[in-house]
């Protein structure tokens, strides 16, 4: 980009040209100020504004470049406060830009936050679909890298997202969806086809490293009121996986909702047969990840859901647990009747929010399952059956529907499904 001027700034002549939308230097009395417009140019054509000094005289031109103008650290400072999509085209500009952009230098740790990000599976069979960034309510087309299928396992931490493959349950990637820098893991230990799996990803935000914890559940032979419940977690320093815990628990299972909050894991677990109360289908169990303790008992560690839930989802927001739950019929239990939301205090269930019933109808029908995740102070809800989103503001307890997806359904039984991640330029895999 290159700003053309008479020589010593003391002539009256000038041309300026932009692939964005062009600012023109005036140049009045031996002062310089910029006056916007909005005339854009694409590929490389000059927009050109000329004043005529008194005599009609032709001035020599210098050429300064922007470039020398303003360095790197000028333009990082710049690119800062643009939202993530502007700061992506940017980096189409120039070569320059594009290595400024993916720098990842401390600077980008400094930006302004975004809010977390909704992304939306759109095709049963493949992992296509749409971002939905809630800042400037607009839906992008991003392409996701090493997930092949919307229906593998998937868990997010400040910036970080990480897939497992949901038929052998030993493919796991971890990557930044921004960025598209990813890792593929080494293969996690224990059973190798176990009948529940639970996949969560814990980020340190102060050393960048990262804990990834898969919880296999399998049935003892032969006795469907036993299950072998083992918690596996991979070190991103050391990159080694470890078995912290493994117990069988009697008339409880494992599923496949896992989440770390504070450095404890929390792992919601379903009644597996007619012991206790029968309107009980789901329980909490609790492991420290920093004890590291095979002698943990964690049937002893159980905490009651609130309520009677058809499903439930597990969430970390500003470290604090968050479950959404679908609020299940009494005299019905695979019937919801509405959606709730608590957050954990100690081992107390305390409710935040209901969905007012208006939401509720808006979803359609509701199965008793659903889609839901959220970080920071942001819960989306999504139907399987349709694209509609429902978010909820923890901090001002608002609801609120997001943009209409770039996407209709073409068939009755298409599902649509997706979760929620930070969109950060400085973290890596």
């Known amino acids: ?165 949901s038929t052998t349950r030993s493919r796991i990637f971890v990557c930044n969806p921004i960025t598209r820098d990813w890792r593929r893991l080494i293969t996690p230990p224990g059973v190798k086809s176990p009948d529940y799996s639970a996949l969560s990803i814990s980020m340190d935000r102060k050393s960048s490293s990262y804990d990834v914890i898969v919880v296999k559940t399998k049935q003892v032979p032969e006795d469907f009121l036993q299950w072998e419940l083992a918690i596996h977690v991979y070190d991103s320093e050391s990159e080694l996986w470890a078995t912290f815990a493994s117990e069988v628990l009697v008339g409880w299972r494992g599923g496949d909702e896992s989440v770390v909050c504070k450095g404890v894991l929390y792992c919601l677990i379903h009644c597996a047969g007619a012991i206790g109360n029968p309107l009980v289908r789901h329980g909490l169990v609790v492991y420290d990840l920093s004890v590291r303790s095979t002698q943990t008992s964690l049937k002893s560690t159980l905490i009651p859901v609130p309520c009677s839930l058809t499903c439930g989802r597990l969430m970390n927001l500003n470290n604090k647990l968050v479950m959404v739950g679908g609020i299940a019929k009494r005299d019905r239990p695979d019937i919801i009747k509405g959606i709730g939301i608590w957050v954990l205090h100690e081992k107390e269930w305390r409710e935040v929010a209901r969905m007012p019933h208006k939401y509720f109808q808006g979803f359609g029908e509701f199965d008793d399952v659903f889609a839901s995740s959220g970080s920071d102070d942001l819960i989306y809800i999504q139907s399987y059956g349709a694209t509609a989103l429902l978010a909820f503001d923890m901090n001002q307890r608002q609801w609120r529907w997001s943009q209409k997806c770039p996407v209709t359904k073409r068939f009755p039984l298409q599902l649509f499904t997706g979760f929620c991640f930070v969109p950060r330029l400085e973290v890596a895999s």
């Open 1 to 165: 980009m290159n700003l053309r001027v008479p020589a010593g700034f003391g002539g009256t002549h000038f041309v300026f040209g932009s692939s964005f939308a062009l600012t023109g230097l005036i140049v009045m009395e031996g002062k310089i100020s910029w006056d916007s417009y909005s005339k854009i140019h694409f590929g490389g054509s000059v927009a050109r504004f000329e004043q005529v000094n008194e005599s009609n005289e032709e001035a020599e031109f210098d050429i300064v470049s922007l470039d020398n103008i303003l360095p790197n650290d000028i333009l990082e400072r710049i690119f800062s406060f643009l939202p993530i999509a502007s700061i992506f085209r940017a980096a189409c500009v120039c070569k320059r830009w594009n290595d400024v952009v993916h720098s990842r230098k401390p600077l980008w740790a400094n930006r302004r936050p975004q809010k977390p990000w909704y992304f939306m599976f759109t095709c049963n069979d493949t992992a296509e679909g749409y971002a939905y960034d809630p800042d400037l309510r607009k839906w992008y087309s991003i392409e996701l890298p090493c997930i092949e299928k919307s229906n593998w396992f998937i868990s997010s931490s400040s910036g970080l997202v990480c897939f497992m493959d």
